[in-house]
């Protein structure tokens, strides 16, 4: 008999795509590390003030659901500062179409791309139109192949590409990708934070606060009481919140206080045995289906770069003609504790994509 999945034709996928349940959003276990002695004055990735460069553009880079106006608020957010926003532009192509072909004489200051992203894989951002959403992998696929238009001379060392998306200050890899995409005969900074970005909240129009996240298979949840001892027991360190109180909080209810949100985030396999000597399995219970996972090495490795553990998934499957699909959904109740002046009167602090306390770059 041949060896598992060797023979087998094997289509395998790994789809994340989170939709907040609540008013506020979207690589993010374990705890984010980034010091929260924040220092205003701290500041490193300022640019060539001698060099003249064209005004900022935002790109807003998705649609808002029923249940959450994210892109309206960026995008409110930007129109009152009187910064050039584009929109309908859902894919890195578009965007860098759309620079080459507005480019003037003057080359590009500030590019702000607003994407309401999953901190567990990468952007809902495409690649390409209609192709796969930007990872690092499908990223550097997409750029071996040359599908991607190259930027003209309008990008400079001055341009500064800033993403605002969710803990993707942490994800450096993908951030040097994203770099190296943008970069032509001048290579631009790529700037991202740590923390989660919000916009039109209650006491501040953007703020950014660090997330604190716990997991339940979905519709099996322990109840918010266990969940907020399991929360702390998971962050003994944090010590200025009410995990408890918190978890019921749906809203920053004054300055600095910590809220939840929540979302869903589903897996998918795929596994075609019509070519393969091996038997198609079934399974009886979830334990099952984990073992199933966990023992295949090719699953496996995609499944850990969630970081979620396989045992906080609700998990099914099904088998139509040869093609196993395994699918499993787990919810994410993400605690955010917002940003404040650590002196002085309480407020959020400013998100300013200069402090590198605040503001990751490459």
């Known amino acids: 008999m041949k060896t598992p999945l060797k023979k087998a034709s094997i289509l395998l996928s790994l789809i994340v795509m989170a939709t907040l349940s609540l008013k506020c959003d979207h690589k993010a276990e374990p705890e984010i590390i980034v010091s929260t002695e924040i220092n205003q004055e701290e500041t490193d990735y300022s640019i060539d003030e001698d060099v003249v460069l064209r005004e900022p553009v935002v790109f807003i880079t998705g649609n808002d659901t029923s249940s959450d106006n994210y892109y309206t608020n960026a995008r409110n957010y930007f129109e009152q500062r009187k910064v050039e926003v584009v929109n309908g532009k859902y894919s890195l192509e578009e965007i860098i179409n759309w620079l080459n072909n507005n480019a003037d004489d003057l080359p590009y200051g500030e590019i702000h791309i607003v994407n309401k992203s999953n901190p567990f894989k990468g952007l809902t951002l495409e690649?390409?139109?209609?192709?796969?959403?930007?990872?690092?992998?499908?990223?550097q696929e997409i750029n071996n192949e040359g599908k991607l238009p190259t930027l003209e001379d309008a990008i400079t060392s001055n341009s500064k590409i800033i993403f605002?998306?969710?803990g993707l200050g942490n994800n450096k890899?993908?951030?040097?990708?994203l770099k190296s995409t943008f970069s032509a005969n001048s290579s631009p900074k790529v700037v991202a934070s740590a923390y989660y970005s919000i916009f039109n909240g209650e006491f501040s129009n953007h703020f950014l606060a660090k997330p604190y996240h716990v997991f339940y298979p979905t519709a099996n949840s322990p109840g918010k009481v266990d969940l907020s001892k399991e929360i702390a027991k998971k962050y003994p360190n944090e010590k200025d919140i009410n995990w408890h109180e918190a978890i019921y909080n749906e809203t920053e209810r004054f300055v600095g206080?910590?809220?939840y949100t929540q979302q869903n985030v589903p897996v998918k396999f795929e596994l075609d045995y019509h070519n393969s000597d091996d038997e198609i399995p079934t399974f009886e219970i979830q334990e099952e289906i984990m073992d199933f996972i966990e023992q295949r090495t090719e699953l496996y490795t995609e499944f850990q770069k969630l970081n979620i553990p396989l045992e906080k998934f609700r998990?099914?499957?099904?088998?139509?003609?040869?093609?196993?699909t395994i699918?499993?959904?787990?919810?994410?109740?993400?605690i955010l504790k917002p940003l404040i002046k650590p002196y002085g009167e309480l407020q959020h602090i400013e998100p300013d994509t200069n402090n590198k306390r605040l503001y990751a770059m490459k």
């Open 127 to 139: 690649t390409v139109v209609n192709g796969e959403p930007v990872t690092k992998e499908n990223l």
């Open 173 to 177: 890899e993908l951030m040097n990708t």
């Open 257 to 259: 206080e910590a809220y």
């Open 327 to 334: 699918k499993g959904t787990s919810t994410v109740i993400t």
């Open 315 to 324: 998990w099914s499957y099904k088998l139509k003609n040869s093609v196993l």
């Open 164 to 166: 605002h998306a969710n």
